[in-house]
């Protein structure tokens, strides 16, 4: 999964053997959490799913809504960080939306079960935990209005950004699109029609 990566830092056997294992416990936790809903799901149930013990789990995780705060904050982290990094790489405005619709459109394709998790259970976080996803979509947005400010400096902000929600709820519709076709056929199909709500050209050479 894009959004669930160990953490960095000095590797012995025994940290990635547990980096290794609060993986799994989040990869578990995603598919459970997207079928059965959060309240649906017992930390026995996380602890069966990734191969350990329920209170092999609290050796990772202080509890359930730990790791459904983990899951959460962590895409949102790395949406952030990841569309600031295309964005750096990018020389115009324009070709970093492109940039930044195959940026998040690989992020939806490869983690369906993480945006249905989003979609369903946000509220089940902490009040903390909540206010941090918040913000850190808040910042995403605001990446990808300054960008369609740019592209289209006539438009107000506030109809820039209503054109932001748009093209994430036509990128993150992967877990139903993928229930119906591969993701080389969605793929092309999402990223062309996300194009088309920001009103950006597809790149030169390439229609």
Same mark, same amino acid.
């Given at each position: 999964m894009a959004t669930i990566a160990p953490s960095t830092g000095p590797s012995t056997p025994r940290s990635r053997a547990k980096a290794d294992r609060r993986l799994a416990l989040l990869e578990a936790a995603?598919?459970?959490f997207a079928?059965?809903?959060?309240?649906?799901?017992?930390? !026995?149930?996380?602890?069966?799913?990734?191969? #350990? $013990?329920?209170?092999?789990?609290?050796?990772?995780f202080s509890g359930k809504?730990? #790791?459904?705060?983990?899951?959460? #904050?962590?895409? $949102?982290a790395d949406l952030v960080a990841g569309g600031r990094t295309?964005?750096?790489? !990018?020389?115009?405005?324009?070709?970093?939306?492109? $940039?930044? #619709?195959?940026?998040?459109l690989a992020f939806a394709l490869a983690?369906?079960?993480?945006?249905?998790?989003?979609?369903?259970d946000l509220d089940s976080l902490a009040d903390t935990e909540r206010h941090e996803v918040r913000a850190l979509q808040r910042a995403y947005v605001e990446l990808w209005v300054r960008l369609l400010g740019s592209v289209h400096p006539a438009v107000e902000a506030?109809?820039?950004?209503?054109?932001?929600?748009?093209?994430?709820?036509?990128?993150? $519709?992967?877990?139903?699109?993928?229930?119906?076709s591969s993701a080389r056929t969605v793929r092309p199909v999402l990223e062309e029609m996300a194009l088309a709500a920001l009103g950006v050209p597809v790149a030169p050479g390439t229609a």
């Open positions: 995603a598919g459970l079928r059965s809903g959060f309240n649906g799901v017992s930390i !026995e149930d996380l602890g069966a799913a990734a191969g #350990v $013990s329920g209170p092999a789990v609290y050796r990772h809504q730990a #790791v459904l705060a983990a899951l959460l #904050v962590g895409a $949102s295309v964005v750096a790489t !990018e020389p115009d405005a324009a070709a970093a939306l492109r $940039s930044l #619709v195959r940026f998040h983690n369906p079960d993480v945006i249905r998790v989003q979609d369903r506030q109809l820039l950004r209503i054109r932001a929600q748009a093209t994430f709820g036509l990128l993150n $519709s992967t877990p139903h699109s993928m229930q119906a």
